[in-house]
């Protein structure tokens, strides 16, 4: 987005594959753990007359996953994985990303108080203006863009999409 | 004939002046959707998806495919001009294709894959031609135990064939499983891991999943690389068309050899990236210019392209006969089926003769269509990437979070997306597949009803599933793909003396895993050969420093071209410096070279 150059490559490390391996490999052993338990409540016998119980399946693809995230966890462990000294994500890089990704979840946090045409028009205007567009560039591709999605949406295709007060005012709710 | 006349019937049906229109739009976009990042063949159709409830589907299904073919021709533009691939299945054509540009010589680059991309498309067209109604009709016989055989195998083939960690594989696609179980179950109505959540009743939507695991993590990591586009523009003027297309007609066999690779993989769920690699590969290893490849050679642009289209399109043969997709664009686009209310399978040769045929006639026409559109609008789709991503950014970004809402009119979705996101970034950093993942939320509700079923129907035995000679050999191939990775080191140290690591000694024709053979070659540091544990830790260790440093070194040679104020002075270093490096790996090459 921004025109840093090539200062990827010195930035110190904020964490490595292998830190990730394990991490990733936790997550995904919890949530094998919580979904058998979810699934031995619903059964994982033989219902009568229905073949295999609702759980059955759940619980066996579960168990399966939580038993390849084990083996994940320990190959990372062991630094048995090709590149796990590899940096994950530099400093620079997580800035980068989250520079991105935080705007991205206010937007859609603001989509639901002031709907998605005005969400989208602030959210156009602001990243372009942060990255140094001309705000004449800003403004032009932050309304046109709402603007076409309205008339696509609301006009050709009537398919709704949320709206807020601004629209209520206009009266096009 | 009957297939010729059903063609036919379908032609009669494909050509009407709406469905060429919606041919046409579809491929701008769909070209559109290939160059610019973030958005793929498959979140580009899912995104497109709801919007098409209200046509007929035929007319649906025609505009969405030829999104796809856009994008598969897409993909060729920005490898060529940028040496960006636009999309996975297009890194091979950068080895050939941007040196190429570099010299001068886009619009050869260029004409050699569109056409070579409808050359592929073309073959793997008429295989589905002729083999769909023959598979289907076969397929009609079909029972839960064999219906789940092929689901079996399907997943099974992610696992012996794909590259890198087993174990990620299965968790990744035991992920997809769980993930597609959540909500209500369909055969006793009882309801899984929704843990209390209104949200959560009617499950994940694979759309969802799609958007936020191909759109928002590519836009997360070209952001991380801090991506700029810089490339060489390019028009194509008519007599250097006809100029290559001579030349490609001398290159004929290479071409049916990127075919066949092409449909196989295609059609087993290899999918269109393997193909492009292997494809290439193999041309570099059998080619009379094979020491020419990686520096401009024609070959090495056809052999990659024809063999990426012919799996993009074959992988719609499993999906229209058997229910299956092969690849995850062709999972969205079963999706659709089952929007517009067609039960995809077997029964749609019989019952939607229409709409099959209406869909393979489109294919061609589409194609014809697409490569006419890319020949002649090159210089538009340049332009396109020269807008930069400051603004290409957030208007994705919108994009997506307007599809993903209008799947089901839900802000939850959106969020979702969010983490779906967060998820693909991850999972692409640490080798986690994201196919599989995608198809097991497709297809797992499928592949557990037919579980199931067959189940109930032998009383919970088990041996349903080697009741006949064709359910036994598919599971029995399913079960030997399964353990392959745990089979195939053993199958090798009883052939050979021990793991012997295939340093770039070239492909491996005899390894019964292809791709990571063909992997290794192209890049041996950065995608080592199975028996990497069995290497001393000081190898190892250098191996991934080497990677590591190797990819810096394109990060900062690709920053490097986006400082347009260099002196004189500066470029002549660099370039002297540049030389050296390129004159050291040349002699590495050769050094490495079977004689």
């Given at each position: 987005?921004?025109?840093?150059?090539?200062?990827?490559?010195?930035?110190?490390?904020?964490?490595?594959?292998?830190?990730?391996?394990?991490?990733?490999?936790?997550?995904?052993?919890?949530?094998?753990?919580?979904?058998?338990?979810?699934?031995?409540?619903?059964?994982?016998?033989?219902?009568?007359?229905?073949?295999?119980?609702?759980?059955?399946?759940?619980?066996?693809?579960?168990?399966?996953?939580?038993?390849?995230?084990?083996?994940?966890?320990?190959?990372?462990?062991?630094?048995?994985?090709?590149?796990?000294?590899?940096?994950?994500?530099?400093?620079?890089?997580?800035?980068?990303?989250?520079?991105?990704?935080?705007?991205?979840?206010?937007?859609?946090?603001?989509?639901?108080?002031?709907g998605?045409y005005?969400?989208?028009?602030?959210?156009?205007?602001?990243?372009?203006?942060?990255?140094?567009?001309?705000?004449?560039?800003?403004?032009?591709?932050?309304?046109?863009?709402?603007?076409?999605?309205f008339?696509?949406?609301e006009k050709?295709?009537?398919?709704p999409?949320?709206k807020g007060?601004l629209e209520a005012l206009l009266g096009l709710a | 004939?009957?297939?010729?006349?059903?063609?036919?019937?379908?032609?009669?049906?494909?050509?009407?002046?709406?469905?060429?229109?919606?041919?046409?739009?579809?491929?701008?976009?769909?070209?559109?959707?290939?160059?610019?990042?973030?958005?793929?063949?498959?979140?580009?159709?899912?995104?497109?998806?709801?919007?098409?409830?209200?046509?007929?589907?035929?007319?649906?299904?025609?505009?969405?495919?030829?999104?796809?073919?856009?994008?598969?021709?897409?993909?060729?533009?920005?490898?060529?001009?940028?040496?960006?691939?636009?999309?996975?299945?297009?890194?091979?054509?950068?080895?050939?294709?941007?040196?190429?540009?570099?010299?001068?010589?886009?619009?050869?680059?260029?004409?050699?894959?569109?056409?070579?991309?409808?050359?592929?498309?073309?073959?793997?067209?008429?295989?589905?031609?002729?083999?769909?109604?023959?598979?289907?009709?076969?397929?009609?016989?079909?029972?839960?135990?064999?219906?789940?055989?092929?689901?079996?195998?399907?997943?099974?083939?992610?696992?012996?064939?794909?590259?890198?960690?087993?174990?990620?594989?299965?968790?990744?696609?035991?992920?997809?499983?769980?993930?597609?179980?959540?909500?209500?179950?369909?055969?006793?109505?009882?309801?899984?891991?929704?843990?209390?959540?209104?949200?959560?009743?009617?499950?994940?939507?694979?759309?969802?999943?799609?958007?936020?695991?191909?759109?928002?993590?590519?836009?997360?990591?070209?952001?991380?690389?801090?991506?700029?586009?810089?490339?060489?523009?390019?028009?194509?003027?008519?007599?250097?068309?006809?100029?290559?297309?001579?030349?490609?007609?001398?290159?004929?066999?290479?071409?049916?050899?990127?075919?066949?690779?092409?449909?196989?993989?295609?059609?087993?769920?290899?999918?269109?990236?393997?193909?492009?690699?292997?494809?290439?590969?193999?041309?570099?290893?059998?080619?009379?210019?094979?020491?020419?490849?990686?520096?401009?050679?024609?070959?090495?642009?056809?052999?990659?392209?024809?063999?990426?289209?012919?799996?993009?399109?074959?992988?719609?043969?499993?999906?229209?006969?058997?229910?299956?997709?092969?690849?995850?664009?062709?999972?969205?686009?079963?999706?659709?089926?089952?929007?517009?209310?067609?039960?995809?399978?077997?029964?749609?040769?019989?019952?939607?003769?229409?709409?099959?045929?209406?869909?393979?006639?489109?294919?061609?026409?589409?194609?014809?269509?697409?490569?006419?559109?890319?020949?002649?609008?090159?210089?538009?789709?340049?332009?396109?990437?020269?807008?930069?991503?400051?603004?290409?950014?957030?208007?994705?970004?919108?994009?997506?979070?307007?599809?993903?809402?209008?799947?089901?009119?839900?802000?939850?979705?959106?969020?979702?997306?969010?983490?779906?996101?967060?998820?693909?970034?991850?999972?692409?950093?640490?080798?986690?597949?994201?196919?599989?993942?995608?198809?097991?939320?497709?297809?797992?509700?499928?592949?557990?009803?037919?579980?199931?079923?067959?189940?109930?129907?032998?009383?919970?035995?088990?041996?349903?599933?080697?009741?006949?000679?064709?359910?036994?050999?598919?599971?029995?191939?399913?079960?030997?793909?399964?353990?392959?990775?745990?089979?195939?080191?053993?199958?090798?140290?009883?052939?050979?003396?021990?793991?012997?690591?295939?340093?770039?000694?070239?492909?491996?024709?005899?390894?019964?895993?292809?791709?990571?053979?063909?992997?290794?070659?192209?890049?041996?540091?950065?995608?080592?050969?199975?028996?990497?544990?069995?290497?001393?830790?000081?190898?190892?260790?250098?191996?991934?420093?080497?990677?590591?440093?190797?990819?810096?070194?394109?990060?900062?040679?690709?920053?490097?071209?986006?400082?347009?104020?260099?002196?004189?002075?500066?470029?002549?270093?660099?370039?002297?410096?540049?030389?050296?490096?390129?004159?050291?790996?040349?002699?590495?090459?050769?050094?490495?070279?079977?004689?």
């Open positions: 987005m921004s025109n840093h150059g090539s200062d990827t490559d010195n930035s110190p490390a904020v964490a490595s594959n292998r830190l990730m391996d394990i991490i990733v490999g936790a997550l995904m052993l919890a949530m094998s753990s919580v979904f058998i338990f979810d699934s031995m409540r619903i059964g994982i016998g033989w219902a009568e007359g229905q073949g295999p119980a609702a759980g059955f399946f759940p619980f066996w693809v579960s168990l399966l996953m939580g038993v390849a995230s084990i083996v994940n966890i320990a190959r990372a462990a062991m630094n048995l994985e090709e590149d796990g000294d590899t940096t994950f994500v530099s400093r620079t890089a997580l800035v980068r990303v989250l520079t991105v990704l935080v705007p991205t979840a206010i937007y859609v946090l603001l989509i639901q108080f002031i998605i005005v969400a989208s028009a602030i959210f156009i205007i602001g990243f372009m203006v942060a990255s140094k567009e001309s705000l004449l560039r800003a403004l032009a591709v932050g309304l046109g863009v709402p603007l076409a999605l008339m696509m949406f050709w295709f009537l398919v999409l949320p007060p | 004939m009957e297939e010729i006349q059903s063609l036919i019937g379908g032609f009669q049906v494909a050509l009407s002046w709406y469905n060429l229109v919606l041919m046409v739009i579809g491929i701008l976009l769909g070209v559109i959707i290939g160059v610019l990042p973030g958005l793929g063949g498959a979140n580009g159709v899912a995104i497109l998806l709801p919007l098409t409830c209200s046509m007929p589907p035929t007319s649906a299904i025609i505009m969405l495919s030829c999104i796809y073919w856009g994008a598969l021709f897409g993909g060729a533009i920005t490898s060529i001009l940028f040496n960006i691939p636009g999309e996975p299945w297009s890194v091979a054509t950068t080895f050939d294709g941007h040196p190429m540009a570099q010299q001068g010589r886009a619009d050869e680059a260029l004409t050699a894959a569109f056409t070579s991309s409808f050359v592929g498309a073309l073959f793997a067209v008429i295989l589905i031609t002729f083999l769909a109604p023959l598979i289907a009709k076969f397929a009609l016989q079909f029972g839960p135990a064999e219906f789940f055989s092929v689901f079996f195998l399907t997943f099974a083939s992610f696992i012996g064939m794909g590259k890198g960690s087993p174990f990620k594989v299965i968790a990744a696609m035991c992920l997809g499983f769980a993930l597609g179980a959540v909500g209500l179950d369909k055969m006793t109505g009882s309801l899984r891991l929704t843990f209390g959540h209104e949200e959560l009743l009617g499950g994940f939507d694979f759309l969802i999943a799609v958007i936020g695991l191909f759109g928002i993590a590519e836009i997360l990591s070209s952001v991380e690389g801090g991506l700029k586009f810089q490339g060489a523009a390019a028009t194509i003027r008519l007599d250097a068309v006809l100029q290559t297309w001579k030349r490609l007609f001398g290159l004929w066999a290479t071409s049916l050899k990127s075919c066949i690779i092409g449909c196989w993989m295609g059609i087993t769920p290899g999918g269109a990236t393997p193909a492009s690699f292997m494809s290439y590969a193999l041309a570099k290893r059998f080619s009379k210019n094979g020491h020419n490849f990686g520096k401009g050679e024609l070959e090495g642009v056809v052999a990659p392209e024809t063999a990426a289209h012919a799996a993009g399109t074959s992988a719609l043969l499993p999906m229209l006969t058997l229910g299956i997709p092969g690849s995850p664009t062709a999972a969205v686009l079963l999706g659709g089926l089952m929007i517009w209310g067609l039960q995809p399978g077997p029964m749609l040769f019989v019952e939607q003769k229409d709409f099959v045929w209406g869909l393979i006639a489109s294919m061609y026409l589409g194609n014809l269509v697409g490569l006419v559109i890319v020949l002649t609008c090159v210089p538009l789709f340049a332009a396109i990437l020269r807008v930069p991503f400051s603004i290409i950014a957030p208007v994705i970004l919108v994009i997506c979070a307007v599809g993903a809402y209008t799947v089901k009119n839900n802000m939850f979705d959106v969020w979702m997306m969010l983490a779906f996101g967060l998820v693909g970034y991850t999972f692409n950093k640490l080798g986690y597949p994201i196919a599989p993942l995608v198809l097991a939320i497709v297809l797992g509700d499928k592949a557990e009803e037919s579980f199931r079923q067959a189940l109930l129907g032998s009383g919970g035995s088990l041996a349903v599933f080697w009741s006949n000679w064709l359910v036994g050999s598919i599971m029995t191939i399913g079960m030997l793909l399964l353990f392959w990775p745990l089979i195939g080191p053993v199958v090798a140290r009883l052939k050979g003396s021990g793991p012997r690591v295939d340093a770039g000694g070239g492909l491996a024709l005899a390894s019964p895993i292809p791709t990571p053979g063909v992997c290794a070659e192209l890049s041996p540091a950065v995608a080592p050969s199975p028996s990497e544990a069995a290497m001393p830790a000081r190898l190892r260790q250098l191996r991934g420093e080497n990677a590591e440093l190797k990819r810096r070194l394109a990060e900062a040679i690709i920053d490097a071209d986006q400082r347009v104020a260099m002196t004189v002075e500066e470029l002549e270093a660099e370039n002297r410096h540049l030389r050296d490096r390129l004159t050291f790996y040349a002699s590495q090459n050769d050094r490495s070279k079977p004689n």
